[in-house]
C-alpha cells in the first residue's frame, strides 16, 4: 500500500511560471514531510522539509504548504528555471527517528 | 569531490548468478541505507546500518543480505537475482541518528537480470 502518493507522474511548465507539484499522504501519524530532488545520472538531494506544527515553509523560490486535514502537500516553485527540470520526490516519517517512505516522484520539465 | 560513490554504475547479471554492489562514502557519517527503485516507483527501504549495528526491514526478501565492513564501505548482496529484482539500487548515508537530517544518496547501481 502506497502511503506516499504523487498522482502525476510527469508535468511540464514555462519558464518564468509557477511550478506546483503535489503530494497526498494516508498516515495520519506523518509528522515531517520532505522533498528530494533528482536529476538524471545522479542520487536525490534534499531540497526542503516541513513539519505538521507549520503549514508554509519558503527557502527562496522555493515553498512547501501542507495542509494536514486534507493529507496533501504541495512544492511551488516561482519562478520556474530550465535548471529546476528534475524529478522530484515527496517523503514523509513520523517521527525523527522514523525511517524516510519515499514517493513515485513527479518529473518536472521547465520549458525555455 | 563524490560523497557517497556506488560501483558499479551499471549491473549485468544472469537469474540466480550472485550478484555484490558497493557503495563507499568519504562523509564518515554513522548511518548507512540500501534503498531499491523499480521504474517509476518509490525508493523502497531495503536495510540501514548505524554505525554496525543491522536493521533489515520486515519485508525485504531473504535474497537480499549486506554488510559494512567499516564506516567507509557497504555492500548488498543478491544471492540469486530474479528478473523482479531488476531495479535501480540507491546507497544513502545520514550524519546523525534523526531521519531528519539530509540524507546523502549516491547515483545509484542499474541491476539488469537476463
Known amino acids: 500500500d502506497q502511503q506516499v502518493k504523487q498522482n502525476s507522474p510527469s508535468l511540464s511548465v514555462q519558464e518564468g511560471r509557477i511550478s506546483i507539484l503535489n503530494c497526498d499522504y494516508t498516515?495520519?501519524?506523518?509528522?515531517?514531510f520532505l522533498w528530494y530532488k533528482k536529476y538524471p545520472a545522479e542520487g536525490p538531494t534534499f531540497l526542503i522539509s516541513?513539519?505538521?506544527?507549520?503549514d508554509k515553509n519558503e527557502d527562496g523560490r522555493f515553498t512547501v504548504f501542507l495542509n494536514k486535514s486534507a493529507k496533501h502537500l504541495s512544492l511551488h516553485i516561482v519562478p520556474s528555471q530550465p535548471g529546476d527540470s528534475a524529478v522530484y520526490f515527496c517523503?514523509?516519517?513520523?517521527?525523527?527517528?522514523?525511517?524516510?517512505?519515499f514517493g513515485p516522484g513527479t518529473s518536472l520539465s521547465v520549458i525555455p | 569531490d563524490a560523497m557517497v560513490i556506488q560501483n558499479p554504475r551499471y549491473q549485468v547479471t544472469q537469474f540466480g548468478k550472485p550478484v555484490t554492489l558497493s557503495c563507499s562514502q568519504t562523509?564518515?557519517?554513522?548511518?548507512m541505507y540500501w534503498y531499491q527503485q523499480k521504474s517509476s516507483q518509490a525508493p523502497k527501504l531495503l536495510f540501514h546500518?548505524?554505525?554496525?549495528?543491522?536493521?533489515n526491514e520486515a519485508d525485504t526478501p531473504d535474497n537480499f543480505q549486506s554488510r559494512r565492513p567499516n564506516t567507509s564501505f557497504c555492500f548488498l548482496d543478491i544471492r540469486s537475482p530474479g528478473l523482479g529484482d531488476a531495479a535501480m539500487y540507491l546507497c544513502?548515508?545520514?550524519?546523525?541518528?534523526?531521519?531528519?537530517?539530509?540524507?546523502?544518496f549516491g547515483p545509484g547501481t542499474r541491476l539488469t537480470v537476463l
Open positions: 517523503a514523509a516519517l513520523k517521527t525523527s527517528y522514523d525511517k524516510v517512505i
Open positions: 498516515n495520519s501519524m506523518f509528522d515531517y
Open positions: 516541513i513539519s505538521s506544527i507549520k
Open positions: 562523509l564518515n557519517h554513522n548511518v
Open positions: 546500518y548505524y554505525d554496525k549495528d543491522f536493521n
Open positions: 544513502a548515508t545520514l550524519r546523525g541518528t534523526s531521519a531528519l537530517d539530509t540524507q546523502y
